[in-house]
């Protein structure tokens, strides 16, 4: 009988699971089980981001999945609680380092575009998140997206109101080695930021709000073809919200950090695996 074909899941998983053994140690530390590997952990909660499920129905769907099950050495499955705890542990230094792995996966050309984006947080309980009075219903997601192959170079999330022009400093200064050209709309428009760009080496081509007559003179002297890439964001935007959920499951805010830079892991992951060889030339 002829062997099936590997599955685009199965390439995701063991693609996941090889950045996990790069990223990791084995155990968490010298006084764990040892039951279950850390590797396996990220592999399996970066498997329930992918398919927008809870840690249960993850689970019951592992029961059928003796392929996935194999590719990561897993014998036997772990209780839904195991995963919660592996997920508080891994802290965000890990997911971060799998993101960097994740963007080496794709091509890039330097013109990066950044743009920002609300998720819910108020998906698990409206009861909930009234008792726990919160006030600000959404988290404010900024990412960098180079053009070439829609990759998330880099995420920041706030639960804040801050602005646009506060946010942008820090992720060029985590970024200059990846950025050459930086797009951005009118709500990055300060001159903090590209005086901070041309001292990094990064060309700034962000708009001017219209004030007066010389700024629409500005605007209109930006090269249309190149800043029309920017619309690449709110591609990689509607895709993030459409595929893994606007939304955010977990209660506490530093673990809806986490998961929404899981997000972008899986992301980069799926965009390498539907790249294919002849696409990847063209780009």
Excluded at 5 to 28: D, G, I, M, N
Excluded at 125 to 151: F, G, P
Excluded at 208 to 222: E, G, M, P, Y
Aim: a positive charge; glycine letters at 2%.
């Amino acid at each position: 009988m002829q062997a099936l074909p590997k599955s685009r899941l199965l390439r995701f998983v063991e693609q996941a699971y090889h950045f996990a053994r790069r990223a990791t140690a084995r155990y968490s530390s010298k006084f764990s089980k040892r039951r279950y590997t850390l590797h396996q952990h990220i592999v399996l909660l970066c498997l329930k981001v992918r398919k927008n499920t809870t840690y249960r129905m993850l689970l019951d769907e592992l029961i059928e999945m003796p392929r996935i099950r194999r590719a990561i050495d897993l014998e036997e499955l772990p209780s839904p609680s195991t995963l919660c705890k592996a997920f508080n542990r891994l802290n965000m230094a890990v997911w971060r380092v799998l993101l960097n792995l994740s963007v080496t996966l794709l091509p890039t050309n330097g013109i990066v575009g950044i743009d920002a984006s609300g998720f819910d947080r108020s998906h698990a309980s409206k009861h909930y998140t009234k008792r726990t009075k919160l006030t600000i219903q959404q988290l404010k997601v900024t990412v960098l997206v180079d053009t070439r192959a829609n990759a998330i170079i880099d995420v920041h999330v706030t639960t804040t109101r801050k602005h646009d022009s506060q946010i942008a400093p820090s992720l060029i200064k985590r970024n200059t080695d990846e950025v050459v050209v930086l797009l951005g709309d009118k709500g990055y428009d300060d001159q903090k930021i590209r005086t901070l760009a041309h001292e990094q080496d990064v060309r700034p081509l962000i708009k001017h709000r219209t004030f007066s007559s010389l700024h629409k003179a500005w605007n209109a002297r930006i090269d249309a073809t190149l800043y029309g890439q920017r619309s690449q964001n709110e591609t990689v935007n509607s895709r993030l919200k459409r595929k893994y959920g606007a939304f955010v499951r977990s209660r506490r805010w530093w673990k809806q950090f986490r998961e929404l830079v899981i997000k972008c892991v899986v992301h980069n992951v799926e965009r390498a695996l539907a790249i294919s060889r002849d696409e990847y030339e063209r780009l």
